[in-house]
């Protein structure tokens, strides 16, 4: 069964540092990856995902992740953090059952 | 714009007294799914619907039940609210594009006295 690891629980950066999240998933054939990012009372919002073909990974808001199949990684990046990019952020694999399996989330507090 | 919506989006029971969340979209996806969040936890899968075909996860309590009347609407129905159920409920559409992408609702933040 696949799984998802994200090893920090919490981060915090100050305003217009860079950030990376760290996103570890274990599945044997190509995975289907997600990031998500919760607003406090708020759904999930779709940031990114890769499905196939080029590694690096456009999203909204100004983030990318890249897609390492020899790390099994798929780490989140923004090059400068913005205070309304304080949020719990989750990464998500799609697997054999065509499920979400989500990660333990990673809470992000930005410093002014 | 296409979303999913909830209603409503913040709920109170008692405890033990049927309550009803509710779901509706305008993506015209034919998966619907259904998850409970507790505080600082991923989502956890209850149950979803691949149109009219209903999957349950097996460890979705027997208190927990869903209804979807047609491909815009799912109802989460709680039979008998306890306090261990008080969560955050996410409803969820999934597109057909290959990969299921799913697309989440505001939620609805379920309080039991």
């Known amino acids: 069964a696949q799984s998802v690891t994200q090893p920090d629980i919490h981060i915090t950066v100050s305003e217009g540092a860079s950030l990376e999240l760290r996103c570890n998933y274990s599945y044997g054939a190509t995975p289907y990856l997600f990031w998500y990012v919760q607003s406090p009372g708020q759904g999930l919002q779709l940031l990114l995902k890769y499905f196939s073909g080029d590694t690096l990974v456009q999203g909204i808001k100004g983030f990318e992740a890249e897609f390492k199949r020899s790390q099994s990684s798929f780490n989140l990046r923004k090059p400068s953090v913005h205070w309304s990019d304080a949020a719990e952020y989750f990464c998500?694999?799609?697997?054999?059952?065509?499920?979400?399996?989500f990660g333990s989330g990673t809470q992000l507090t930005v410093l002014p | 714009d296409a979303m999913v919506i909830q209603n409503p989006r913040y709920q109170v029971t008692q405890f033990g007294k049927p309550v009803t969340l509710s779901c509706s979209q305008t993506?015209?996806?034919?998966?619907m799914y259904w998850y409970q969040q507790k505080s600082s936890q991923a989502p956890k899968l209850l149950f979803h619907?691949?149109?009219?075909?209903?999957?349950n996860e097996a460890d979705t309590p027997d208190n927990f039940q869903s209804r979807r009347p047609n491909t815009s609407f799912c109802f989460l129905d709680i039979r008998s609210p306890g306090l261990g159920d008080a969560a955050m409920y996410l409803c969820?559409?999934?597109?057909?594009?290959?990969?299921?992408?799913?697309?989440f609702g505001p939620g609805t933040r379920l309080t039991v006295l």
């Open positions: 998500a694999v799609v697997g054999s059952a065509r499920q979400l399996t």
């Open positions: 619907y691949y149109d009219k075909d209903f999957n």
């Open positions: 993506l015209n996806h034919n998966v």
């Open positions: 969820a559409t999934s597109s057909p594009d290959g990969a299921d992408t799913q697309y």
